[in-house]
T-cell receptor, first 119, second 113 residues
Framework: DTGVSQDPRHKITKRGQNVTFRCDPI?????LYWYRQTLGQGPEFLTY????????KSRLLSDRFSAERPKGSFSTLEIQRTEQGDSAMYLC?????????????????FGQGTRLTVV | TQLLEQSPQFLSIQEGENLTVYCNSS?????LQWYRQEPGEGPVLLVT?????EVKKLKRLTFQFGDARKDSSLHITAAQPGDTGLYLC?????????????FGQGTTLQVKP
């Protein structure tokens, strides 16, 4: 399968614990995004990487959140000292910069997401 | 304040009926995409529209981008139970080249057999 892969699919954790999620993008995609989606809402942007550089972070991304993409391939999203409000679906997406087809630069392909439940 | 407003938020129809979902904004987008999402899964890209007034068809689905690139619609003809899901519109702002998407809140469609 050559799509975006996320691990784990589900995570239940106690409040105050740290959690880490992994995303493997489509191999030739140089852009990687993290989004968060709560029930009944559309995804909200969290952060964006181009290759290994983190170029933008949303105000939603508090100090407890950190994302890395050390070699410009896979990415991790860590949440420290989890709170119940962090319960959500965390989605990773990838896209490729440089396609000549109009609009293709913004076409994002999503993974299946990691469902986080903080109890 | 939602930058992209989708309507209706919920739609329950019988198999064979037609429906239209709207995605509206006061902002201009360089491109707009429609996704379909099933419970517990990530969104799946259906179509990208980039030109004002553009119409694209995908089998029984017709997508239109407004002339001013501020709104879009999705029309489904003869809906089937397999069309059930959450439909999301998402736009990329013209001022940014990051590919970051702004999503609407989604339209939940239920097609009953």
């Amino acid at each position: 399968d050559t799509g975006v892969s996320q691990d784990p699919r589900h995570k239940i954790t106690k409040r105050g614990q740290n959690v880490t999620f992994r995303c493997d993008p489509i191999s030739e995609h140089n852009r990687l995004y993290w989004y968060r989606q709560t029930l009944g809402q559309g995804p909200e942007f969290l952060t964006y990487f181009q290759n290994e550089a983190q170029l933008e972070k949303s105000r939603l991304l508090s100090d407890r959140f950190s994302a890395e993409r050390p070699k410009g391939s896979f990415s991790t999203l860590e949440i420290q000292r989890t709170e119940q409000g962090d319960s959500a679906m965390y989605l990773c997406a990838s896209s490729v910069l440089g396609k000549s087809k109009q609009g293709a630069n913004t076409e994002a392909f999503f993974g299946q997401g990691t469902r986080l439940t903080v109890v | 304040t939602q930058l992209l407003e989708q309507s209706p938020q919920f739609l329950s129809i019988q198999e064979g009926e037609n429906l239209t979902v709207y995605c509206n904004s006061s902002s201009v987008f360089s491109s707009l995409q429609w996704y379909r999402q099933e419970p517990g899964e990530g969104p799946v890209l259906l179509v990208t529209v980039v030109t004002g007034g553009e119409v694209k068809k995908l089998k029984r689905l017709t997508f239109q981008f407004g002339d001013a690139r501020k709104d879009s619609s999705l029309h489904i003809t003869a809906a089937q139970p397999g069309d059930t899901g959450l439909y999301l519109c998402a736009g990329a702002r013209g001022s940014s080249n990051t590919g970051k998407l702004i999503f609407g809140q989604g339209t939940t469609l239920q097609v009953k057999p």
